[in-house]
């Protein structure tokens, strides 16, 4: 393939979300894969549930509130252990303790991409990390800062900015933007602003459809304009 520029993948997801966390996962792998050009990703926001309070609900009330049946939440979780391991993700779904709200998730997201894709790539797996395998409440304002130090984020305006409402009307208007696309679930892969992969995606199939945009893209024929 002839070198061409940057791929871009806007990846629609939400940290609480396993599939989008299997999602990262795979999608690294397929970056990984990928050779002769590059591929920009921006992480954008959605919220699974944005009636969950500031403060966040039980894990476990708020599980049989959603799902029910303590069975059909168990086989879920058994079939997300079996593929989360397939793609190096340990889920402990015993420990998380709390279901938060990650508006303030989003913000900080947001906020990672003026320091860097690469920046922003490392919060979003630090956050998975944080609360799947390690139980952590991120919606805890001292859970994000502590990511965000780990990141290589500026911590100090970061603690400055979490407690005032800067950029919630801006990622809420993301979540909004992305509910007119048509964006029903997460993850969801945004390739170029025109081609979308919905779902956890394998590798391959990542890849492969990221490569096959890059070539077209090589052509010229993404500068034609859609019909």
């Not at 860097?116 to 390690?134: A, K, P, S």
């Amino acid at each position: 393939m002839s070198e061409t520029s940057d791929i871009a993948v806007d990846v629609v997801s939400d940290v609480v979300c396993p599939w989008c966390y299997v999602g990262q996962r795979n999608l690294q792998s397929a970056l990984d894969r990928l050779k002769g050009f590059g591929v920009a990703v921006r992480w954008r926001p959605y919220q699974l549930d944005p009636t969950i309070p500031p403060e966040g609900r039980g894990r476990q009330e708020y599980l049989i509130t959603k799902f029910g049946d303590p069975a059909r939440i168990e086989a879920m979780h058994d079939r997300l252990r079996e593929i989360g391991a397939a793609a190096g993700i340990a889920f402990d779904f015993e420990a998380i303790k709390v279901s938060p709200n990650t508006l303030d998730a989003h913000r900080l997201i947001r906020w990672a991409a003026t320091a860097g894709e690469d920046v922003q790539n490392g919060l979003v797996r630090r956050l998975f990390q944080l609360y799947f395998e390690e139980g952590a409440n991120i919606g805890d304002h001292a859970v994000l800062l502590d990511a965000a130090r780990e990141a290589g984020m500026d911590a100090p305006l970061v603690e400055t900015l979490l407690p005032t409402p800067a950029d919630r009307t801006e990622v809420e208007a993301e979540i909004a933007t992305a509910s007119r696309m048509g964006v029903t679930g997460v993850p969801c892969f945004l390739l170029e602003g025109r081609y979308a992969l919905m779902g956890a995606q394998p590798p391959e199939t990542l890849a492969d459809a990221i490569g096959k945009v890059a070539e077209a893209k090589a052509r010229g024929e993404l500068d034609e304009a859609p019909e």
